[in-house]
C-alpha cells in the first residue's frame, strides 16, 4: 500500500499502518479521555446530594435522581452502541456522544430546579452509555486476545482514576465555590478526548446504509426502567402497598416484559438475546449485574453517611474515597497481567471477598469512626475491583466470535449499568426504610415513666434554663435536642444496615461466581 493510500485510509488498520504499533496506545489514550470524563461525572455528584437537597428544597428521594437518572439513562443507551457504530462508525459516534454530553453539562449547571438538573444528566448519562462500549471494542479490535486482559487492566486503572479524585474535586468546588461548578469539571477532558477522536478513532469507511433502529423497543425500554425506579423510589414515601406504586410496579413490569417479547420479533433487536445462549457470556453478564449493582450503591452511599452521619465537608467526604481509588490506579496493570494467566472465575470470586469484607467492615463504622480507618475499609472494598474489571470483561470477550463482540459489550454493559441503577436506587430505598425502622423503635421507649429519658431531659433543661432560657423554654429546647439525638442515632443504624446488606450481596455473588467459572472462557 502507497504512502498517499495508507493516510487516506481512515479505517483502523489504515491508522495501524500509519502510527504503528504506538497505536493501540494512542487509541487506548484518546478512549479512556472520554471514558474518564463519563465516569468523573458519574461519580463527582455523589459528594454534593446534600448541597442539592438544600438548594432545591428536596428530599433523598428526590436528590437521588440527580445519580438515577443518568444511571438509568446510562443503563438504557448501552444498547444504542452497536447501531451508532453501525450508522456513523467509531469516529462518529465518539464526537457526537461527546457533544451531547457537553451539551447536558451546560444545562446542568445552569438548572434552577430539579427537573431541569435530571434532564441534564439524562442527556449526560445518554452519551456516557454509548462511549463505554465503544471505547472497550475499540480497545479489544486492536490488541491480540492473549493480551486483552493486560489492555482492560490498564483502561480500568485510567477509568477508576475518576471515582479516585471526582468526588474530591467536586468537594472543594463545592466548599469553594459551587455545586453548579462540578459539572463543568469533566469538560477539559473531553475536549482532548474530542481532539483524539478526530485522528485516532477509526472512521466508517463503508458506503451501506444507515441500519435500521429499533425506537418501539427502545421506546418501551426508556418508558419501563423510567416507571419502575420511579416506583422504587417513591415507595417509602407513599406506601408499598398504596394504588399509586402498586399501578407503577405493575405497569413497569408490564413494559419491561413486553420489551423483552418485542425483542424476540423485531427485525433489529436492540437487545441481542441470542447472546445470552452463551452460557460463558450469561454467567460473565449474571455476574456484572450483582457487581454493578453493589459498586454503584457502594459509590453512592459512602459520601452520604460522612456527610450525613459524621459531618464531613464535601471536600474531606470527597477525600475519604482518594486512597482507594489511587490504590486501584496502581495496581489495575499489575492485576490486568495476572488476568491474562489465572481463570478469570477465580479472580472475580477474590474481587467480591474483597468487596464483601470492606462493606462488612463499614457496617461497624459510626459517627466516632475515624477518617483513616473508614478510609481503609473503602479501600479494602474497592481493592476488590482491581481483581474484578480486567477479569469479567475479557472472560466475557473471550466467550463471543469477533462479530459479536460490539453486540456483546453492549448487552454486557446494559446488565451491568441496570444493576447499577438498580442498585443505587434500592440501596436508597433501604436507608430510608431503615432509618423509619430504628427512629419508629427509639421513639417507642421514649414514654413518659422511661427512667433514663426522664433523666437526660432534666439535665438537659438544667442546663439551658442555666444559660438562661426559662423552664419551659429550656423543656422545649431539650426535647427537641433529644429527638434530634435519636433521630441522628436512628440514621447511623440505618446507614450500617445498608452497608451490611451490601456484605450480604457480594458474599453471595461469589457463589455463582465459582459454580458458573467452567463457563467463563477459562
Given at each position: 500500500?502507497?504512502?498517499?493510500?495508507?493516510?487516506?485510509?481512515?479505517?483502523?488498520?489504515?491508522?495501524?499502518?500509519?502510527?504503528?504499533?504506538?497505536?493501540?496506545?494512542?487509541?487506548?489514550?484518546?478512549?479512556?479521555?472520554?471514558?474518564?470524563?463519563?465516569?468523573?461525572?458519574?461519580?463527582?455528584?455523589?459528594?454534593?446530594?446534600?448541597?442539592?437537597?438544600?438548594?432545591?428544597?428536596?428530599?433523598?428521594?428526590?436528590?437521588?435522581?440527580?445519580?438515577?437518572?443518568?444511571?438509568?439513562?446510562?443503563?438504557?443507551?448501552?444498547?444504542?452502541?452497536?447501531?451508532?457504530?453501525?450508522?456513523?462508525?467509531?469516529?462518529?459516534?465518539?464526537?457526537?456522544?461527546?457533544?451531547?454530553?457537553?451539551?447536558?453539562?451546560?444545562?446542568?449547571?445552569?438548572?434552577?430546579?430539579?427537573?431541569?438538573?435530571?434532564?441534564?444528566?439524562?442527556?449526560?448519562?445518554?452519551?456516557?452509555?454509548?462511549?463505554?462500549?465503544?471505547?472497550?471494542?475499540?480497545?479489544?479490535?486492536?490488541?491480540?486476545?492473549?493480551?486483552?486482559?493486560?489492555?482492560?487492566?490498564?483502561?480500568?486503572?485510567?477509568?477508576?482514576?475518576?471515582?479516585?479524585?471526582?468526588?474530591?474535586?467536586?468537594?472543594?468546588?463545592?466548599?469553594?465555590?459551587?455545586?453548579?461548578?462540578?459539572?463543568?469539571?469533566?469538560?477539559?477532558?473531553?475536549?482532548?478526548?474530542?481532539?483524539?477522536?478526530?485522528?485516532?478513532?477509526?472512521?466508517?469507511?463503508?458506503?451501506?446504509?444507515?441500519?435500521?433502529?429499533?425506537?418501539?423497543?427502545?421506546?418501551?425500554?426508556?418508558?419501563?426502567?423510567?416507571?419502575?425506579?420511579?416506583?422504587?423510589?417513591?415507595?417509602?414515601?407513599?406506601?408499598?402497598?398504596?394504588?399509586?406504586?402498586?399501578?407503577?410496579?405493575?405497569?413497569?413490569?408490564?413494559?419491561?416484559?413486553?420489551?423483552?417479547?418485542?425483542?424476540?420479533?423485531?427485525?433489529?433487536?436492540?437487545?441481542?438475546?441470542?447472546?445470552?445462549?452463551?452460557?460463558?457470556?450469561?454467567?460473565?453478564?449474571?455476574?456484572?449485574?450483582?457487581?454493578?449493582?453493589?459498586?454503584?450503591?457502594?459509590?453512592?452511599?459512602?459520601?452520604?453517611?460522612?456527610?450525613?452521619?459524621?459531618?464531613?465537608?464535601?471536600?474531606?467526604?470527597?477525600?475519604?474515597?482518594?486512597?482507594?481509588g489511587l490504590l486501584l490506579v496502581a495496581v489495575l496493570p499489575l492485576t490486568g497481567r495476572l488476568?491474562?494467566?489465572?481463570?478469570?472465575?477465580?479472580?472475580?470470586?477474590?474481587?467480591?471477598?474483597?468487596?464483601?469484607?470492606?462493606?462488612?467492615?463499614?457496617?461497624?463504622?459510626?459517627?466516632?469512626?475515624?477518617?483513616?480507618?473508614?478510609?481503609?475499609?473503602?479501600?479494602?472494598?474497592?481493592?476488590?475491583?482491581?481483581?474484578?474489571?480486567?477479569?469479567?470483561?475479557?472472560?466475557?470477550?473471550?466467550?463471543?466470535?469477533?462479530?459479536?463482540?460490539?453486540?456483546?459489550?453492549?448487552?454486557?454493559?446494559?446488565?451491568?449499568?441496570?444493576?447499577?441503577?438498580?442498585?443505587?436506587?434500592?440501596?436508597?430505598?433501604?436507608?430510608?426504610?431503615?432509618?423509619?425502622?430504628?427512629?419508629?423503635?427509639?421513639?417507642?421507649?421514649?414514654?413518659?415513666?422511661?427512667?433514663?429519658?426522664?433523666?437526660?431531659?432534666?439535665?438537659?433543661?438544667?442546663?439551658?434554663?442555666?444559660?438562661?432560657?426559662?423552664?419551659?423554654?429550656?423543656?422545649?429546647?431539650?426535647?427537641?435536642?433529644?429527638?434530634?439525638?435519636?433521630?441522628?442515632?436512628?440514621?447511623?443504624?440505618?446507614?450500617?444496615?445498608?452497608?451490611?446488606?451490601?456484605?450480604?450481596?457480594?458474599?453471595?455473588?461469589?457463589?455463582?461466581?465459582?459454580?458458573?467459572?467452567?463457563?467463563?472462557?477459562?
Amino acid at each position: 500500500m502507497t504512502q498517499e493510500l495508507i493516510r487516506r485510509d481512515e479505517s483502523a488498520e489504515g491508522l495501524f499502518l500509519r502510527f504503528g504499533s504506538s497505536y493501540r496506545w494512542l487509541v487506548t489514550a484518546t478512549g479512556l479521555f472520554g471514558a474518564f470524563a463519563m465516569v468523573l461525572s458519574a461519580t463527582i455528584v455523589n459528594v454534593a446530594v446534600p448541597e442539592v437537597r438544600g438548594a432545591f428544597g428536596v428530599g433523598q428521594d428526590e436528590a437521588q435522581w440527580m445519580a438515577t437518572a443518568f444511571l438509568a439513562t446510562m443503563t438504557a443507551s448501552q444498547l444504542l452502541n452497536a447501531w451508532m457504530v453501525a450508522a456513523f462508525g467509531k469516529r462518529g459516534a465518539f464526537l457526537w456522544t461527546l457533544i451531547l454530553f457537553v451539551i447536558g453539562a451546560f444545562i446542568c449547571s445552569s438548572a434552577h430546579n430539579m427537573p431541569t438538573l435530571i434532564v441534564g444528566r439524562v442527556l449526560q448519562g445518554a452519551a456516557a452509555g454509548i462511549i463505554q462500549p465503544l471505547v472497550m471494542v475499540a480497545i479489544v479490535e486492536v490488541f491480540p486476545p492473549d493480551r486483552r486482559g493486560t489492555a482492560m487492566g490498564i483502561f480500568g486503572s485510567g477509568v477508576v482514576l475518576a471515582p479516585a479524585i471526582g468526588p474530591a474535586v467536586g468537594g472543594i468546588a463545592i466548599d469553594e465555590f459551587s455545586w453548579r461548578l462540578m459539572f463543568i469539571l469533566p469538560l477539559p477532558a473531553v475536549f482532548i478526548a474530542f481532539i483524539g477522536g478526530i485522528i485516532f478513532m477509526p472512521a466508517k469507511t463503508d458506503n451501506a446504509k444507515r441500519p435500521p433502529f429499533d425506537w418501539t423497543g427502545y421506546g418501551l425500554l426508556l418508558v419501563a426502567l423510567a416507571i419502575i425506579m420511579n416506583a422504587i423510589a417513591g415507595g417509602p414515601r407513599f406506601g408499598w402497598g398504596s394504588d399509586r406504586i402498586a399501578s407503577q410496579l405493575l405497569l413497569g413490569a408490564f413494559l419491561a416484559g413486553a420489551f423483552l417479547y418485542w425483542q424476540t420479533r423485531s427485525k433489529a433487536p436492540i437487545l441481542s438475546l441470542d447472546l445470552f445462549k452463551n452460557p460463558g457470556f450469561s454467567s460473565a453478564v449474571a455476574v456484572a449485574f450483582v457487581f454493578g449493582a453493589g459498586n454503584f450503591a457502594s459509590s453512592y452511599i459512602i459520601p452520604v453517611f460522612v456527610q450525613d452521619v459524621q459531618s464531613y465537608t464535601a471536600t474531606r467526604a470527597g477525600m475519604l474515597l482518594m486512597p482507594a481509588g489511587l490504590l486501584l490506579v496502581a495496581v489495575l496493570p499489575l492485576t490486568g497481567r495476572l488476568s491474562d494467566r489465572m481463570p478469570g472465575h477465580i479472580m472475580v470470586a477474590v474481587g467480591l471477598a474483597f468487596f464483601a469484607v470492606g462493606a462488612l467492615a463499614m457496617s461497624f463504622g459510626d459517627a466516632n469512626t475515624s477518617f483513616l480507618i473508614f478510609a481503609g475499609f473503602a479501600a479494602l472494598s474497592r481493592f476488590g475491583l482491581a481483581f474484578i474489571l480486567p477479569s469479567l470483561s475479557a472472560s466475557a470477550f473471550k466467550a463471543l466470535k469477533p462479530d459479536q463482540l460490539a453486540r456483546g459489550s453492549g448487552s454486557m454493559n446494559f446488565i451491568r449499568q441496570l444493576g447499577g441503577a438498580s442498585g443505587t436506587n434500592l440501596i436508597v430505598v433501604w436507608l430510608q426504610t431503615r432509618h423509619a425502622s430504628h427512629a419508629q423503635a427509639f421513639n417507642g421507649t421514649q414514654v413518659p415513666d422511661n427512667p433514663a429519658t426522664l433523666e437526660t431531659l432534666g439535665r438537659l433543661g438544667d442546663r439551658l434554663t442555666t444559660g438562661g432560657l426559662d423552664g419551659m423554654a429550656g423543656e422545649a429546647a431539650a426535647a427537641e435536642f433529644l429527638s434530634r439525638t435519636i433521630d441522628a442515632q436512628a440514621l447511623a443504624l440505618a446507614f450500617q444496615d445498608c452497608f451490611l446488606a451490601l456484605a450480604v450481596v457480594f458474599f453471595i455473588a461469589i457463589i455463582p461466581a465459582i459454580v458458573l467459572g467452567r463457563f467463563m472462557g477459562r
